[in-house]
């Protein structure tokens, strides 16, 4: 009976933590994203309230225009913003992909006295604050910055390079700052892998490079779609590092909701456009359950 109970309370916790820390805060927004703007405080008109009843609140919600949904599917603005989100995301994740599976491959492949250190230099990062890190690369990529400073002194380039406040400022944010979300997930896929299936694939005939494209590489698609989804999903709703890192003419939704918010006081807008983000943001969350669940299932 006790042993019961204690199985009901592990799988009861995380569902009140989801309807506390989730499906309230969605409920709040989505209420907001579907009332009326108002120039006061708060600076929003509800269509229904929660105290009316669940009667009334059917009836009003027939009723509703979604107007802030559809002036976001008229404006340019604001569907620039998400397919500019999307494309940096996707460009990043990539590029995140490219850096971290090589350093994560080599940090599974080194002696087992080297890993503990190699894994604590890629979490070292964590220890600084992430608004301080994403400063230190204004001083390194401004015109006279280490990076110019380093590349003249070396004779590489004549002139400095125009990096800061581009959208290549804001790739190299991001890939630095996400990097370590991407290497620990193929490093634990690939720590656990043997060896020996390796070496099966080179005695059947296999090449060097073969051997790891159809092996190694097959075995850490797990970790590889971990690796993007962690870094694709904060990615696409980045605001710290376009702010910092970007011009003006980086248009990214994370800047484009907190103009919304606190620039223009616009609740009702900016909630919409935070709501449809969650929306782009559950569906590979979804896809990637999904595909884990075949995956098991066919393993099992």
């Known amino acids: 009976m006790m042993r019961a109970l204690t199985n009901r309370l592990v799988i009861l916790i995380p569902y009140v933590w989801l309807l506390?820390?989730?499906?309230?805060?969605?409920?709040?927004?989505?209420?907001?994203?579907?009332?009326?703007?108002?120039?006061g405080a708060p600076p929003y008109t509800p269509q229904f309230s929660f105290s009316d009843g669940?009667?009334?609140?059917?009836?009003?919600?027939?009723a509703l225009d979604f107007e802030n949904f559809s002036?976001?599917?008229?404006?340019?603005?604001?569907?620039?913003?998400?397919?500019?989100?999307?494309?940096?995301?996707?460009v990043s994740t990539f590029l995140t992909l490219l850096l971290g599976f090589p350093l994560a491959y080599g940090m599974a492949r080194a002696p087992d006295g080297v890993r503990p250190i190699l894994l604590m230099l890629v979490i070292l990062p964590f220890w600084t604050s992430f608004l301080i890190r994403v400063y230190a690369w204004i001083g390194i990529l401004k015109q006279e910055g280490l990076l110019n400073q380093l590349l003249l002194w070396l004779g590489v380039i004549d002139a400095p390079l125009e990096i800061l406040s581009t959208n290549k400022a804001v790739y190299i944010g991001i890939v630095y700052s996400y990097l370590p979300f991407m290497v620990l997930p193929i490093y634990s896929t690939l720590e656990k892998l043997d060896e020996s299936l390796v070496e099966a694939a080179r005695d059947l005939g296999c090449t060097r490079i073969g051997a790891f494209w159809k092996v190694t590489a097959r075995l850490a698609v797990p970790g590889i779609m971990a690796g993007c989804l962690l870094v694709f999903i904060p990615a696409v709703g980045e605001f710290v590092i376009p702010d910092l890192l970007g011009g003006s003419g980086t248009l990214m939704i994370g800047k484009t909701l907190w103009t919304e918010f606190f620039n223009n006081s616009d609740w009702t807008v900016a909630s919409a456009i935070a709501i449809i983000?969650?929306?782009?943001?559950?569906?590979?969350?979804?896809?990637?359950?999904?595909?884990?669940?075949?995956?098991?299932?066919?393993?099992?």
């Open 71 to 90: 002036f976001l599917a008229s404006d340019s603005l604001y569907i620039n913003s998400y397919l500019s989100s999307l494309q940096i995301a996707l």
């Open 20 to 39: 506390f820390f989730f499906l309230l805060p969605f409920l709040i927004v989505l209420r907001i994203s579907l009332s009326d703007l108002e120039y």
């Open 54 to 62: 669940w009667s009334v609140i059917w009836e009003k919600l027939s």
């Open 277 to 300: 983000l969650l929306i782009v943001l559950v569906v590979p969350i979804v896809w990637f359950q999904n595909a884990q669940a075949k995956a098991t299932e066919a393993g099992g």
